[in-house]
């Protein structure tokens, strides 16, 4: 065989070789993460369904060097929320109740705005953009709906961080309620805002 062939054909068999072994270091799915997948979709299945609840817990709010906290009380129903807030983030009291297409405000002094957005409400009334429409969602571990999102998993298939919408949501720790295992710290950033609620009873 010609010097020059053999040496050309050597080297292609190198690089094909080569390129064989590539593929086979290409990470594959391990069973865990397998697992955890599925069971996220297990989860975010059975999440979805739950329509009517009640949480109570504690939220600090830090904006530059402006940082307030403060209690709250948020029921949930089809098509009808309501969350009341204490302490310096509601300046005393503050009550939003929602329903489609109008949401109410009330003060501790009685006065109430509406609005037909509840992050336009909020707004005005806080200077800061809160999104309290995703994170209906988001509070129960879940991605909100119709928008791109990115996250990653626990090995027991449930979120340890999401990003949508702009914000960065880690899900520090979870809790048993009932028969569910929902969130019980949520730690939420954006460029302008850090937020973090301490979810203490779960109904």
């Not at 050597?10 to 599925?38: D, F, H, I, K, S």
């Not at 204490?86 to 009685?110: C, H, N």
């Not at 009334?125 to 429409?133: F, K, R, V």
């Not at 569910?180 to 979810?199: A, C, N, S």
Request: some cysteine.
């Amino acid at each position: 065989m010609n010097l020059s062939l053999r040496t050309g054909l050597l080297m292609l068999l190198a690089l094909w070789l080569g390129g064989c072994a590539q593929l086979a270091r290409q990470p594959e799915p391990t069973a865990t993460g397998v697992q955890a997948a599925a069971e996220f979709l297990r989860r975010q299945a059975d999440l979805e369904t739950m329509t009517h609840w009640q949480l109570a817990g504690k939220l600090g709010i830090r904006s530059g060097d402006q940082a307030v906290s403060g209690y709250f009380n948020w029921q949930e129903a089809p098509e009808h929320y309501l969350v009341q807030v204490s302490g310096p983030v509601g300046g005393g009291s503050m009550q939003i109740e929602g329903r489609p297409g109008r949401v109410i405000l009330r003060d501790s002094d009685g006065r109430s705005r509406e609005a037909e957005n509840v992050e336009m409400l909020l707004k005005s009334e806080t200077g800061w953009w809160l999104p309290l429409s995703l994170l209906r969602y988001w509070i129960r571990g879940i991605p909100a709906p119709a928008l791109p999102e990115r996250h990653s998993l626990d090995p027991q298939g449930r979120i340890s961080l999401l990003e949508q919408a702009g914000w960065k949501i880690s899900y520090a720790s979870y809790r048993q309620a009932g028969a569910r295992e929902l969130p019980e710290k949520i730690v939420l950033d954006t460029d302008h805002l850090h937020i973090t609620l301490l979810l203490k009873a779960w109904q």
